[in-house]
């Protein structure tokens, strides 16, 4: 008896400590309101959201979404999505200042 209990009492341990020792990562996503905006120069221009704390990010979507947001230029968008933060040693080629965003869902601000 005193055996099993060792046993149920050594594999609850072993399993408390798993849990505690997996990583779980912090969850980026996060909603903006801004403009677009266009940046770059032709043929490698690209867009971006401005926001009224002065944030920029550019915006990687699927095409269709992509064209959609293009076209919205001038008027206010919120836009839902996972932030991907600039690396210390310098900005990628389409990325801005405050980093990217991944876009998953947007709509426009009444």
Same mark, same amino acid.
């Given at each position: ?6 046993? &149920? /009492?050594?594999?609850?341990s072993i399993l408390s /400590? ?12 996060? #909603? $903006?309101?801004?403009? /677009?905006?266009?940046?770059?120069? *032709? +043929? ?6 401005? #926001? ?6 550019? $915006?990687?979507a699927e095409e269709k $979404?992509? !064209? *959609?947001? !293009?076209?919205?230029?001038?008027? *206010?968008? *919120?836009l839902s999505g996972i &932030? $991907?933060? +600039? @690396?210390?040693?310098?900005? @990628? +080629? ?17």
């Amino acid at each position: 008896m005193k055996k099993r209990i060792n046993k &149920i /009492i050594f594999i609850f341990s072993i399993l408390s /400590i798993s849990m505690i020792l997996c990583s779980y990562s912090k969850n980026n996503q996060k #909603t $903006i309101k801004g403009y /677009i905006h266009v940046y770059g120069n *032709e +043929p490698f221009t690209y867009i971006g959201i401005k #926001t009224k704390e002065n944030k920029e990010y550019s $915006i990687a979507a699927e095409e269709k $979404i992509y !064209k *959609e947001l !293009k076209s919205t230029q001038g008027k *206010e968008v *919120e836009l839902s999505g996972i &932030i $991907i933060l +600039p @690396e210390k040693d310098g900005l @990628e +080629p389409g990325m801005l200042k405050d980093g990217k965003i991944e876009v998953i869902e947007w709509k426009f601000v009444k």
